[in-house]
C-alpha cells in the first residue's frame, strides 16, 4: 500500500462542485484536493453543447497537467452528462461524472412522480431522458431547468442570505405543474443546488425528500483509491482551489473554502 494521500482533482463551473467536495471530505477526510473552478466560464448550464464538450476537454486537460490527480470528479451535471465519453477518451486518470440521481429517486418514490431540478442544459440531455426511460419509465418526472437558482448559490456561499421566500417564484413553475401535489421526491440534479438545501427543504416541505448524487459519487471515488491502491488518512490534508479566471469575488468565497479546509487559492488562468 502506497501512503502518501490521495490527490483528487474535483472540478465545476462554479462553486457547486464544493457539495461534492463536503460528501468527499465526510467519507474519505484524508485526500489531498483540489477544487478547481472554471469561472471563466460560468455558467455551464446554458452553453450549447458543442462549445461546452470542447471547454471542458481543454480546462480538463490543463487542470490534470497541473495537479496530477489519482482520480477526478466532473462535479457538474451540465458538463457530465453532456461530455464524459469524449473526456474519458482522452484521459488515463479514472474520471468520475456527477449525473442525475433519477435511478435512486425513482427507487424510493412511492407516489411515483419524481421532479428534476437541474440547469436548462442538463434537463434538456439525451443523455438525460434516457436515464428517465430507463429507471423512471413508470414515473410522472416533472423537470424545471433553472439558471437563476444556480446563481442564487453562488451568492449564498459568498455570504448573502437567499431566502426560502425569494425561492418560491424561481420554482413557481414546479409549484404550478398538475401533478406538484402528487410529487414526493426531488432531484436535485445541479452540485449547486445542495448548498441551498435547507432553504429548498423548507419551501418544499417534510411531503418531499430531496436527492442528490453527492455520496454515491463518494462511494464511487472510494472504489478507484481502492482500484489504484491508494489509502487515504484518518485525518483531513491541506487542499487547494484553482480558478480559471482572476475575480473579486474569489475574495468572497474564501470564508466558505476555509469551512472546508481550503486555504490556498490559486490560478490558471484561460
Ligand atoms: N454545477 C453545475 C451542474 O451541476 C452547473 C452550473 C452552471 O454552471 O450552470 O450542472
Not at 104 to 119: D, H, K, Y
Request: hydrophobic share 45%.
Amino acid at each position: 500500500m502506497n501512503h502518501r494521500a490521495p490527490r483528487l482533482l474535483i472540478f465545476d463551473s462554479g462553486v457547486g462542485g464544493l457539495s461534492i467536495v463536503a460528501d468527499v471530505q465526510q467519507l474519505l477526510p484524508g485526500c489531498a484536493i483540489t477544487y478547481a473552478s472554471d469561472n471563466a466560464a460560468f455558467p455551464y448550464g446554458t452553453k450549447g453543447e458543442a462549445e461546452l464538450v470542447e471547454r471542458v476537454d481543454a480546462v480538463l486537460r490543463a487542470l490534470i497537467d497541473k495537479v496530477e490527480p489519482d482520480v477526478v470528479v466532473v462535479a457538474c451535471n451540465s458538463a457530465s452528462t453532456l461530455a464524459l465519453p469524449q473526456i474519458r477518451a482522452h484521459f488515463t486518470v479514472p474520471i468520475v461524472g456527477v449525473v442525475p440521481a433519477i435511478k435512486p429517486a425513482a427507487a424510493q418514490s412511492r407516489s411515483r412522480v419524481i421532479g428534476l431540478l437541474a440547469t436548462p442544459g442538463t434537463v434538456a440531455r439525451a443523455y438525460t431522458r434516457d436515464l428517465i426511460a430507463r429507471f423512471a419509465s413508470d414515473c410522472t418526472v416533472v423537470s424545471q431547468g433553472s439558471s437563476e437558482l444556480v446563481h442564487r448559490a453562488e451568492e449564498h456561499l459568498r455570504g448573502k442570505t437567499v431566502t426560502t421566500e425569494s425561492l418560491r417564484e424561481l420554482l413557481s413553475p414546479l409549484f404550478a405543474h398538475p401533478r406538484f401535489a402528487d410529487m414526493d421526491t426531488l432531484v436535485l440534479a445541479c452540485t449547486h443546488f445542495p448548498l441551498l438545501r435547507p432553504q429548498l427543504q423548507a419551501l418544499l416541505g417534510d411531503r418531499i425528500t430531496l436527492v442528490d448524487s453527492g455520496e454515491a459519487i463518494a462511494r464511487r471515488v472510494s472504489y478507484w483509491l481502492d482500484e489504484l491502491k491508494l489509502t487515504p488518512g484518518a485525518t483531513s490534508t491541506e487542499h487547494t482551489a484553482v480558478f480559471t479566471r482572476h475575480s473579486e469575488d474569489v475574495e468572497g468565497l474564501k470564508p466558505a473554502l476555509k469551512v472546508l479546509g481550503i486555504d490556498t487559492v490559486e490560478w490558471r488562468l484561460m
